[in-house]
């Protein structure tokens, strides 16, 4: 029986030479050029990119030759670069889609393969569907069509390219990058051996600010970290913060579409904080409304900003593929989720670290503040929030099992505080009487099971996190 291929929150991710493999790869591949076909975009071409991982520049190879094979021009890019980069090159290369090689924040061990449609964000719910239904056709007719990289290039049909260049141009128009240049700050900025590497670096250089990067080489091994920018594995960070006398750190992820902020003091500020802050940093530093898309696991501060600034915001299960569309219906201002990716108007629909970190230090330098004084800043509107999440790993045969348990012993109180509402649309999440909520999910990209909290007091988050441990039994 072969071992059907699911797309998770953001694309298909496995573990190298178990799952992920060349001709799964291929399949992939396959599926997509015919789905371009069957839309009418094949003219368009295609855009083929990879992260720093273990051959993924030999994955990106198959696919480019999958898609030569069917007769679709490629635009492969020749080194590691950014998911975000990539998608926005699809509209400088006014491209049908993009083929991502990359598993973003997962283990060395794992790579992935994201399908970014003609309008640049992660593709929805629909177009997953029917990518998946291709590729189980695929794999049980064998119908796959290829030619040699070699014979690609020289039929024109592949083409390397180095998109780096209208993305760079592209963040020059959505903020203001000689007044950062110039700001005096001291900043460190912690690439994660990913394919971020240089980008602050760059578009910072020639003036007062001075950047100092650090896991800037490639290491498909992480070694010492996940490249998920999270308090765990940015300690590095918080100490050369520290040694340094820095003003803020900046981490990206795998791939670059995630943010993680280190303040001052090398204290991790978590997403459910940086998230309400780009939002003021809109609505109060650049005076734009729009709508707030949030993915149900991020701040309920972010209700009350938009209470404040009289700006609609909007729930979403976790996921830019449900994301992404709703910012495109609603022209939003900005959406984000708690994983640390958000997107923003006039950009792409499209998770972007880079763009979030230089948003981040355009309010640092706008408001005068460091960044412990931006939370506190943010306090002082909305009330004190806290914040904690746990990432259990367990068996996978075992998921319905604890589905099943939550469901059957799902509380009436927790903390001594009733539960008002309970909503099992992805996952199950619970909101208590005086707004603090507990959700639980399992991850979509790997077995995992996430436990989120977020209270007024960091005692009260602690406590619902271990509820919620007790919940599903691990």
């Known amino acids: 029986m072969v071992n059907p291929i699911k797309f998770g929150t953001d694309g298909w991710r496995g573990i190298i030479a178990e799952d992920y493999t060349f001709a799964n790869v291929r399949i992939c591949a396959q599926a997509v050029a015919d789905y371009l076909r069957a839309q009418g975009l094949a003219e368009r071409a295609l855009v083929v990119g990879y992260d720093t991982r273990f051959a993924s520049e030999d994955f990106a190879a198959a696919v480019a030759e999958v898609a030569a094979g069917n007769n679709i021009q490629t635009f492969i890019c020749e080194k590691p670069t950014p998911t975000p980069t990539i998608s926005y090159g699809i509209l400088a290369k006014k491209a049908g889609g993009a083929v991502i090689i990359t598993a973003s924040h997962n283990p060395a061990r794992w790579n992935g393969l994201k399908y970014k449609p003609d309008y640049a964000g992660s593709a929805s719910p629909e177009i997953v569907a029917e990518l998946e239904s291709r590729i189980t056709f695929i794999q049980n007719s064998g119908q796959l069509k290829q030619v040699p990289l070699a014979e690609a290039r020289e039929r024109g049909l592949v083409q390397s390219v180095d998109l780096a260049a209208p993305y760079l141009r592209h963040l020059g128009e959505m903020v203001d990058l000689e007044t950062l240049?110039?700001?005096?700050?001291?900043?460190?900025?912690?690439?994660?051996?990913?394919?971020?590497?240089?980008?602050?670096?760059?578009?910072?250089?020639?003036?007062?600010?001075?950047?100092?990067?650090?896991?800037?080489e490639r290491n498909p091994l992480f070694p010492g970290i996940q490249p998920e920018p999270i308090a765990q594995n940015l300690t590095e960070l918080g100490a050369t913060i520290r040694r340094l006398g820095a003003d803020v750190g900046l981490a990206t992820d795998g791939d670059s579409d995630r943010l993680g902020i280190v303040d001052e003091n090398g204290v991790y500020i978590d997403q459910l904080h940086v998230f309400p802050l780009l939002a003021l940093y809109l609505l109060e530093v650049r005076h734009r409304r729009g709508a707030i898309i949030k993915s149900m696991t991020t701040s309920r501060m972010l209700y009350k900003l938009g209470q404040l600034y009289q700006s609609p915001v909007y729930d979403t299960p976790v996921g830019f593929k449900y994301i992404g569309p709703k910012m495109i219906s609603e022209n939003a201002l900005i959406g984000g989720e708690e994983s640390g990716g958000y997107g923003f108007q006039g950009h792409i629909p499209e998770r972007d670290g880079i763009l979030a970190g230089l948003y981040f230090l355009d309010l640092m330098v706008n408001l005068g503040k460091r960044p412990s004084e931006l939370v506190d800043y943010l306090h002082r509107q909305v009330g004190q929030h806290h914040y904690d999440r746990l990432d259990l790993s367990f068996p996978p045969q075992e998921r319905e099992a604890m589905s099943q348990r939550i469901m059957k012993n799902s509380p009436s109180r927790l903390v001594d505080t009733p539960v008002v509402e309970m909503d099992t649309s992805d996952g199950f999440r619970f909101l208590l009487a005086d707004e603090a909520w507990l959700y639980i999910r399992f991850s979509g990209t790997e077995p995992i099971l996430r436990i989120y909290a977020e209270a007024e007091s960091s005692s009260k988050v602690e406590k619902l996190l271990a509820e919620g441990r007790k919940l599903v039994g691990l």
């Open 181 to 216: 240049r110039q700001a005096g700050l001291k900043i460190v900025a912690d690439a994660m051996y990913g394919a971020g590497s240089g980008y602050f670096p760059t578009l910072l250089q020639g003036g007062k600010t001075q950047t100092h990067e650090i896991h800037g």
